[in-house]
């Protein structure tokens, strides 16, 4: 769970959080969530672990405006061996306005993608969502 | 078709183009692109006709790093009544390694879905992509 | 007072956070602080009141690298008739980064510089520094 | 010389180009200079040559909105051996809109500051203006 404000930099001349500082939110989401459970990014790249972005999809369902309170919320499904997928969800007073989900991809530090570490990868199964959810 | 440099603003501590700086691409190709066909979006807005995007796709190939030359070009699909499908790649010596899809919905200034106005949707028309590539 | 982490969007490929980003944490923080002290920019909006930045300075002390927590910190001084400067100071461990500075001109709507509501000015006046931290 | 339109994402709320994007805006300007002058950032860094931004000066003198464009010019002085000073302005139509100067520093792949290489310091030598002008 994070919570923001929309501040004038969210924000472009429609008046409304530009669309592609949703997905600026959904990071700050997902690191706090991945937090949650154990899991700290910066930490495991000091270990050669990398987590990429490899596919997003974004559904815009109502806009968001200057000084509004925002709540992004992330979940975690479809944990492979080398990836998982992230699911993403910024409300307003309890409503979603945006959705999407992100592919995320684990990497050494020359960028191949390699196994997910033992304890990195428990954590997220232990997070996943039932395959009722998922699909 | 828009041409940029990778500059350090791209960029993030992986050192390459941070994944939602993709999307602002996007909009500079989308921009251009319309432009080019006779769609000028500012001077539409001035006649209250507003595109909003609705729905995003990304899928990130490989990676760009500072300083490199990167080539955005978009396309048309799906032209409806109200809204239209837009088909981004950028590319690098000629090679995609982003694309990526966004829903166009044209609205009022008071944000409800409208027809497009007939001159608008007739450009868009002229340049749709043949079936068998929008399929 | 706001704290935030680094996330990879404030980065850039140098590894830290991306200077102009400092602008964009500044902007939270004058939001934060003055919403502290009973002015919520957005609200003053809605009655035809803005607030425009119209000089910036910034001074780069140290580096921030992802994931690192700062807190940036923000206060009033020179408050004139239409405008006020506000001192802003990013810190890590409670030693500062950057530093910097923004004048703060108050507009209407047509942009337009105007006294400051009575109420408005009031607040900044009982928050100013004292002159011998503002010379 | 950088031309640029203003784009949605360059805007915000306050229908014109947020402040700290001119930045972004200065970057791609003083990049291009230097390309311009024989100085390629991008390869120097391969040479373990880094320019980072020390201090910042911005001054708004009027707004820039959707649709416009924009043209980014910079120029160099007070070359010193291990920093020089660059000065950038933002007009549209021959006028200014936005100036600033930026500080710029020499380092080593360590972040230390370090003397600039004999031909890099000559180029800039060369464009550096007149006294008369960088007082």
Redesign the interface.
């Known amino acids: 769970m994070y919570r923001t404000?929309v501040?004038?930099?969210d924000?472009?001349?429609?008046?409304?959080v530009?669309?592609?500082?949703y997905?600026?939110l959904f990071?700050?989401s997902w690191?706090?969530y991945l937090l949650g459970i154990g899991i700290?990014?910066?930490?495991w790249?000091k270990q050669g672990i990398?987590i990429?972005?490899?596919?997003?999809?974004?559904?815009?369902l109502d806009?968001a405006?200057?000084?509004e309170e925002l709540e992004a919320s992330s979940s975690i499904s479809d944990v492979k061996n080398a990836q998982f997928t992230m699911n993403h969800a910024i409300s307003r007073n309890g409503k979603a306005i945006t959705r999407g989900e992100t592919l995320m991809v684990c990497v050494d530090s020359t960028?191949k993608p390699i196994r997910m570490p033992g304890d990195f990868r428990k954590r997220l199964l232990a997070c996943q969502e039932s395959s009722a959810t998922t699909t």
Do not use: H
């Open positions: 404000r501040y004038y930099q924000t472009d001349a429609g008046g409304v530009y669309f592609a500082n997905l600026k990071e700050k690191f706090n700290s990014l910066p930490e790249e990398f990429l972005v490899k596919k997003v999809s974004l559904d815009l806009k405006r200057y000084g960028g």
